[in-house]
């Protein structure tokens, strides 16, 4: 997969993690994009470690599936991060 198509999947899937979370997460599309593409990037390795393939083809549902839950998994994990402790 060239380059430019991981970006897009990585925007895309970063899109549809936020989507599919509950709550309200910061960042803009920017964000999105950084972290959908380190979450595919996570993804394609969880899968080549869990199920011996990662990312194939960019129309690939395995691609998509591991894609967005790579990105389910790093935008948790910057919600954890970046919340505010909350005084009272």
Same mark, same amino acid.
């Given at each position: 997969?060239?380059?430019?198509?991981?970006?897009?999947?990585?925007?895309?899937?970063?899109?549809?993690?936020?989507?599919?979370?509950? $709550?309200? !997460?910061?960042?803009?599309?920017?964000? &999105?994009?950084? /972290?959908?593409? +380190? %979450?595919?990037?996570?993804?394609?390795?969880?899968?080549?470690?869990?199920?011996?393939? $990662?990312? !194939?083809?960019?129309?690939?549902?395995? &691609?998509?599936? /591991?894609?967005? +839950? %790579?990105?389910?998994?790093?935008?948790?994990?910057?919600?954890?991060?970046?919340?505010?402790?909350?005084?009272?």
């Amino acid at each position: 997969m060239g380059f430019i198509a991981f970006l897009i999947l990585g925007l895309i899937a970063g899109a549809i993690a936020k989507a599919i979370l509950p $709550g309200r !997460q910061g960042g803009g599309w920017v964000i &999105t994009l950084i /972290l959908g593409v +380190v %979450g595919a990037f996570l993804g394609g390795w969880l899968g080549g470690m869990i199920f011996g393939s $990662g990312l !194939q083809e960019f129309f690939s549902i395995q &691609t998509w599936l /591991l894609a967005i +839950v %790579g990105s389910l998994i790093v935008l948790a994990i910057y919600g954890m991060v970046t919340k505010r402790s909350v005084r009272g």
